[in-house]
């Protein structure tokens, strides 16, 4: 089973900033943006986690292994090197989205995104070492078949970008819904979900949904471990096998 | 009448890179993929231009007022400073959606985005200076009524992540199919477009669309000038005005 | 002649920030340092300008070619991007070492380093682009003989780096007073000088001057340009020539 | 007993590749080492360790607490990030300078730091886990006396530095020769410097040393512990200490 530690990021008071005492330079925003993003990958990648942008002002981070004491370290540097502060907050739970809702619960329960006076919010408790096993994260990796002769290759770089976006619309709802999974858009033609236990039924489902729904063909590897590197490293590998041996589903 | 001069972005024969000789691991991907476009927002911002993200590994810029050697040297430095090269093709239209089809033609017709012989081309003209005019580039700047109120400080994050996606989703086929314009979302709530001459109608046209699909509520500010920088800039104190003065719609 | 025009770039009051409300963590001020120097090497150097790290709360930048507008512009994006802000002072004049001491003064009269309420001062003027000319700036670029096959490849790599820097001591206080220009060490066995009109016979001096007082062999390329950027891509190809030639000075 | 362990970091065949097909633009070769920097400070930072620029091609980390592992996931991820990659090198001694001195030999003997075939070796052994102890590590954290006061509000910004460089470069080799220990200039006015057990005496002749030499006032806050950062976190604030009760050394 199933047990995810995930992080709700939030930077604070963002939305005010970006436009005080007047609206800041776009390239910058996009910079800062990016970077902090950049960083947060880092910081938590060099403790096994992963870190999705999501809407860049917030991000979701799965972090099972990561104590109070790495969130706090984590907060604190991006403090010391960015002209905005982060809030973060943890929850545990087999569900990936309950896991998150409570997450989101927490932090809103501290104050309003934009409320200038909460600032630095640290809540929420990891799981507790004794507690972790070896199945407490499943990572699945999805790509699209042959999305560089089908898309890039072909059509106007917008219609293929569309063609990608619509195949993962209908993927983080169906996920979401059927699944209780957080499905997240990384680059390219790749998605990797966070995923309560799915099965290889489950898997084909999804992929037939998305075939009927927007005619885009996915494939996905899957990995399960104690952390989401781990677990996301084993789901690289069985997507390599799928491509390799032609097939939809494989788990690491 | 807009004359919109785009830049398509691709990283050469990325997806193969990433799993050679085995699967990198994915932060650090995730690292360089928004580093890379953090420095092209630089180093394009630095000349006036904007650069989208869109599915990172191809990236659109609004590039009115580079001509090829600044793209030169933004390619030459990328190569310095990256273990990865990108290709740059330059295309000039009334129509954003047709000047990236142009572009995206020219790339293609130079090899497939897979072929590690096809590295660091530089293919189209830019605009050339005395055909340039204040009227160039349109910039709409698109955010969501209430966001913060009605998803981040309410509903499970990811549930508010979905509420935005679809409307982004929505407004960037209506967008493309309507108006032969290009939205990209660039974090929080917000979606900038390039656009092809849009009237007041236009845009009212698209909000109501995305209001009746999807239930979200978008205002939008528009901004025309000769380079991306100033109608962005424009398109941002519109956006203000609309949020002072409660109107959907406003031009800078 | 020479018409060198320099850039005093000052972070705001950083010794106390460093350390309130108690120290920072080493690494992120390292961080944050050598970013915010990567940063401006970029914004300054799109503009062909050259920045050098000196002591990396005080930085100094060669700036011909850069308006008060470009410097503005600098200043603001830095500050939308870091924790910390930046004064600026400009200052030409023939010698390097006067420009910078008119620089600094007028930094000094706006108010001390530490003073918490001098935050982004822009003083000084620009060479106003009437009065630009092809000689304005002179770069030398120098570098150790041999130092892989001396130092790297033989010596405790502390021990090289000793010998590297007694050579820069020496090179940067010969060229002060001798010449009145500025020298910065810039990595590896590398020294890049801002130069007043130096000849072959005073360059020769102080490379003699060097293998004197501290045994270590130099040898130089030079280049004069409208820019820094110009310049310095000449005395590099000089260098080239030093290399291949065997000879100590090379004028590019 | 300090038993220090070193790590020497160096890019592989650098020298060539900044000259290779051609001279590389100077801004571009500045913004990759600082960032490589930054990158490998919080790399290493992330894992209690410090890193110091030292030429930027050679680095030197004080590595105490990270093993083998920790050394290849470093490796790895600069590689998959930067055109370049690096070697490692770890050996661990109570005197810092024996333990650089081990760690250069050993990569010494891989081959030359511009042999093309020479790259990404990792060499020595971390200390394991049961030898380690509560003060391995002693980190002096020096600063000048009113460095602000005396010189950077004072002099020409270039005279400022020329002290500061002469404080610096008088104390490296002071502590070099009278304790086997390693000091780093870290920007402002701050050097830090990696020691094997100095005691106050000890710490008094350095600083009456380069008082004497060169006129430079320096003071002095010393930590000990298991890690760089630990260690590093208890000087700075016994050098705060020194600040408030205007003393010379201060043990924290």
């Known amino acids: 089973m199933t047990n995810t530690q995930l992080t709700l990021i939030q930077i604070d008071n963002y939305g005010p900033w970006t436009v005080t005492p007047e609206p800041r330079r776009e390239v910058d925003l996009q910079t800062l943006q990016s970077r902090l993003y950049a960083d947060l990958s880092q910081l938590f990648g060099n403790r096994d986690g992963y870190v999705f942008f999501t809407r860049f002002d917030n991000m979701v981070a799965v972090t ?44 809103q329960d501290a104050g309003s995104a934009q409320d200038r006076g909460r600032t630095e919010i640290l809540r929420g408790d ?16 999805f790509d699209v078949n042959n999305a560089t002769e089908k898309y890039t290759d072909r059509l106007n770089e917008f219609d293929s ?61 899957v990995g399960t471990d104690r952390t989401a590197q781990a677990a996301g490293m084993a789901a690289k590998h069985a997507l390599e096998t799928c491509r390799e041996e032609n097939i939809d589903v494989v788990f690491g």
């Open 64 to 107: 099972n292994g990561l104590d109070t004491d790495s969130h706090a370290l984590i907060q604190e540097s991006i403090g010391n090197r960015y002209p905005v502060t982060i809030s973060l907050s943890v929850a545990v739970d087999p569900s990936p989205a309950s896991a998150l809702g409570v997450a989101t619960d927490q932090l």
């Open 126 to 141: 990891a799981l507790p070492e004794p507690e972790r096993h070896e199945e407490d994260v499943q990572i699945a990796h």
């Open 161 to 221: 970008f569309i063609n990608i976006e619509q195949g993962y619309a209908e993927l983080m709802q169906y996920m979401r819904k059927a699944h209780d999974s957080l499905s997240f858009f990384v680059g390219g033609d790749n998605i990797i979900a966070v995923c309560e236990d799915v099965d290889v039924a489950g898997y084909r489902d999804a992929i037939e949904h998305v075939r009927e729904a927007v005619d885009v063909d996915l494939k996905v590897g």
